[in-house]
């Protein structure tokens, strides 16, 4: 007779390998998947898709609430800046025009006259006078329109050495940078366009 032969893998099969076998063999899930859902994960139930849809609209709203609820307060800010350029309010001057030194410094310019606020109705002459081709009105505006210049140039010097002394005794210890070049160029402005509007009249004490 043949020997019957056993086979020795199945003898010596480990058990880890028994136990897995069953389960690597069980029957795959019949519940449908989502496309867009991860792999291996089942199709989350409607109700569920639905709230994910209106959280998603409503994040959707709420931004756009809130760029509108941002436009509302720059504009509402940029108006009260306006009003406060007319008014003095100390409050909503912006950042340049605000604090007592730059007050001082308009005040100060405010109060006396400048020869480059009347700059521009100085230079509209000078150009109409340059235009006419008569060379003895063109060499008079050219003329005007060096002494112009030389004018403006030493008052604002001058004007520029009283305002840092009078800063200096004022506002002592505190910081003032850029001030005397902030009250010199308001002088180049005609005084009914200057912004904040002056607070004080001509020969008054800032």
Excluded: C
Excluded at 44 to 68: F, L
Excluded at 142 to 156: E, F, N, R, Y
């Amino acid at each position: 007779m043949r020997p019957h032969t056993v086979r020795l893998g199945f003898v010596f099969r480990s058990r880890a390998n028994s136990e897995k076998a069953p389960a690597a063999q069980a029957a795959p899930s019949t519940e449908p998947r989502d496309p867009q859902a991860p792999k291996g994960r089942p199709t989350p139930k409607r109700a569920q898709a639905q709230s994910q849809r209106r959280s998603v609209t409503n994040t959707q709203m709420s931004r756009k609430e809130a760029s509108r609820k941002q436009r509302d307060a720059r504009r509402a800010e940029m108006a009260r800046q306006r009003e406060a350029l007319n008014n003095g309010d100390e409050r909503y001057l912006p950042a340049r025009d605000k604090g007592p030194v730059r007050k001082f410094a308009r005040n100060y310019v405010d109060s006396r006259f400048a020869v480059a606020e009347f700059f521009l109705p100085f230079a509209v002459v000078i150009l109409i006078l340059s235009m006419i081709r008569v060379p003895q009105l063109q060499n008079i505006a050219l003329l005007l329109w060096m002494a112009l210049i030389v004018l403006i140039v030493i008052d604002s010097v001058v004007t520029g050495m009283k305002l840092k002394r009078a800063l200096r005794e004022r506002f002592e210890g505190q910081p003032m940078k850029g001030a005397v070049m902030y009250a010199l160029m308001r002088t180049l402005q005609m005084r009914r366009l200057r912004l904040p509007k002056p607070m004080v009249k001509r020969g008054e004490q800032p």
